[in-house]
């Protein structure tokens, strides 16, 4: 699977709410995808910095991505839990930030990942652990 | 501090991407505040049903209402982890989940609560714990 | 189900490692259970506290016991998540800290719990939500 | 600092409860460490797997482990939040499971951490992370 069949599978099954953040799709592995959230003016908070809601929402949406790249198509899954940690604030200067999702187990019903969050820097930003189940 | 301070409070500082929920603020109890999120059009996805990331939003905010009430004024935090829990899936015809914040413990640096969200059948949808950083 | 009925339940299946806890179920309920934790000598690390790895094995054996009161009887199952949250230390010289464990929803496949750990003051010290496979 | 300097420094604090888990420091390196965790008989429950309460006890453990590998010594802590997935059983016949620990941020008073847990054959049985308060 390319980042563009990728893309367009997340059209065809995201909300709108989500598809305004304009995530990108840039790579595409095995169990595990790269995508870029650009960060707007508009997920900027008060204090200047990214707000978590647009990370977290990145996040999941991340897990599902790399949950297709893994099954090699669009299956009907739900989010169990999502375990988010926040290590740096991102300031509303940088341009956009990198995700890594990867599917660390995928079992016949549940299955498990972990996404990291990373400014154009290289460092860490946010940092989450999820389970989904296959419906 | 009553319903309307809060609700704009939270005007003042929240990102345009996070007031296109529509949240509106209930009720406020001291370190503790309701809140409902309505089920909009734009929040569902594919599957028919109130995606995560709007979830995630909406418990996100809710717990920084709740903070507002316990300081009796907004003060610069952020969140340093967020664990959310999907028991039930909100089908698109539920008009608004009700979410209940609480200030578990306030510490001089960190701040602990738990977040629940309720279908109006009273079901708990979604269970979420939250550390919080006073900056 | 009785809180003797669930204590021996507890000591055939538990790990010796566990059942040196000496953890004692004070109240069964639907669904919920109460447990009390004695601050023994060797739960207590050099800082003068409970430690951590005592709570977290109490938590876990806390929310086994509520499925088994919820199921009313033991069945294999695993835990899929656990996430504990410390709030206050607890000091050597309290005698012994309460639980409560509650499951907060039970599916055909998953269950899901919160479980809280309160010193004798009612204060809450640690305060966990969990994810469980029925097998 | 090297595994054995490690290895004593953590005798000095862990709570006697943890020392019976026999965790043996096997590499250090900045910021990360590796521990074995042998499957003794007293940490298998009834089901003939590794008990998820030992699991964590060692992972919190590696976490403090790669905390003092960072700082270059032991210095008061304290486990903020844990969190735990348990992606796979751990059978008894294991001889001994492998630890990895690593902080992935160290702030001023907050550091982050995550921690894998490793059968023999590479697979991966847990995965956690975690937040730390330095006080």
Known sequence: MDAQTLQAAFADVAAD?????????????????????????????GGGVLCGQAIMAAVDTAMVLAMIAELGEFRPMTTVQLQTSFLRPIPR???????????LRRGKSLAFGEISVRTPDGKLA??????YALL
């Open 93 to 103: 200067d940088v341009a956009e930030v990198a995700l890594t999702a990867r599917v």
């Open 17 to 45: 709410y989500v598809k305004r953040l304009d995530l990108r799709v840039t790579a595409v592995r095995p169990g595990e995808i790269d995508l870029a959230l650009p960060v707007a003016a508009e997920l900027v908070h």
């Open 126 to 131: 946010a940092q989450a652990t999820t389970t």
